[in-house]
């Protein structure tokens, strides 16, 4: 699409020669002789750059770029005037202007003037959008004070170049931070590789790891980079780093130690810039303990260690996390937007999560499928399997009423019986040692939700 250029002047002149010029080059133009005529066009239509004279009847070219500015910050001003106002000039640079040109214009001066200055803007935008979307990919949610406390930390060490060794249940964000932290550093333009410990093969880790030379061994038919070569100058991050054999573990250390090490089959020395963060889901002392991790090794890896908390322990950020996972999935997937009710987000604030976040996010996912209306509700909750926590015994002290709490237990209590039972409501009343009709009234009046294809047996 043609680039559109407001000329505004006061000389028809000069308005005439430039969008003669302009068009030329391939723009469209639009004209105003003052600025309230500028001004209305800029309200009607989408202008990506504008020359604008200094002086003007009526409102000045100075006022008319500070009220430019004011409302269309994003698009370029370039600023005409008579010759030698050097105050002027730089009053307009001030308050924005990209360029000052001199009359008598030279054509040359004007194009590239107006090249560059739709050059600069298209770098902004995408400089912006790639800020952002780099920003927004690694945010972490939420604002319970753990959080807050691990946003904080990541800030800091961002900075650095200390190693940092990430624990954290499955889920709960091991990676995301990992990538936060790198793309918050100096190191953020070169790359972040990662390699899963525990889903590479022993006896590959190695090549894996410093990269082999053709014929290192059988299978090796060429020579290949490892990641740690690949991560020079970036930052490698070590998944499931409990995961790696003894004897790995010694050669990584040595790496660690001597800064340097060898491709596998190979003599000489290769020296890198790496930044290693690691992370696990298991305990490592108690590995330790057990002989299975290296000591030496741990305290290497462990300066900055960060813990991230099972979801359990900050319900709290439960449904700021749904709602960011909701408009994403909105924003990327263009799905419809939909709404939980307040019931609904508190069955799934009281559940455990013991896939964390990312049990939740799949749960969003799943629930936003297969619920058609807007609204989520309980119903739609139990339907993709998650249940009101049972038997956690601690939420009935939420009741006040000695009532309201056994009614809440024998809610937990009746379901769970029931769905151990398959629904069979002979087998259960049996089981739970009540009459079936007595079961059947409690069912109803106790509001415990029947599955839909739920018939009477
Ligand atoms: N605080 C958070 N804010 C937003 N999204 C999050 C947050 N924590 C985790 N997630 C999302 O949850 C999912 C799981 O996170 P991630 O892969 O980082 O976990 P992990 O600890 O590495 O898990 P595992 O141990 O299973 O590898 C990802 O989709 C991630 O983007
Ligand atoms: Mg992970």
Sequence with gaps: MKKRILVVDDERGIIETLSGILEDEGYQTFQAEDAEKA??????????????????????????IKLIKERYQDIPVIMISGHGNVEIAVQAIKLGAFDFLEKPLSIERVILSVERALQFKLLER????????????????????VMKNIKRQ????????SRVLIFGESGTGKELVARAIHSLSERCNASFVEVNCAAIPQELIESELFGHEKGAFTGAID????????????????????????????????????QKFQRVGGTKDIKV?????????????????????????YYRLNVVPIYLPPLRERKEDIPELINCFISEYVMEKGWKNKTLTERAIKILQDYDWPGNVRELKNAVERLMIMTLSDVIDI?????????????????????????????????????????????????????????????????KSLGIPLPKDFSEN
């Excluded at 001004?39 to 003007?56: G, M, P, S």
């Excluded at 995408?126 to 004070?145: F, H, P, V, W």
């Excluded at 690691?278 to 590995?287: C, F, G, I, P, R």
């Design 379 to 443: 119903d739609d909750i139990e339907r993709v399997g998650i249940v009101r926590k049972e038997f956690s015994g601690e939420s009935y002290f939420q009741y006040n009423s000695l009532k309201e709490a056994r009614d809440a237990f024998e809610r937990d209590f009746i379901l769970k019986k029931l769905k151990d039972n398959n629904w069979n409501m002979t087998k259960t009343a049996e089981l739970i040692g009540i009459e079936r009709s007595n079961l059947y009234k409690k069912i």
């Design 39 to 64: 001004l209305k066009i800029l309200e009607k239509e989408d202008i990506d750059l504008i020359l604008l004279d200094v002086w003007l009847p009526g409102i000045s070219g100075i006022d008319t």
């Design 154 to 161: 990541i800030e800091l060490i961002a900075k650095g170049d």
């Design 223 to 258: 020579k290949k980079i490892g990641k740690f070569e690949l991560a020079d100058g970036g930052t490698l991050f070590l998944d499931e780093i409990g995961d790696m054999s003894f004897l790995t573990q010694a050669k990584l250390l040595r790496v660690i130690e001597t």
């Design 273 to 297: 810039s790496v930044r290693i963060i690691s992370a696990t889901n298991k305990d490592l002392s108690e590995e330790i303990k057990k002989g299975n991790f290296r000591e030496d090794l």
């Design 126 to 145: 995408e400089n912006i959008n790639l800020r952002s979307s780099l920003i927004k990919k690694y945010e972490l949610i939420g604002s319970s004070n």
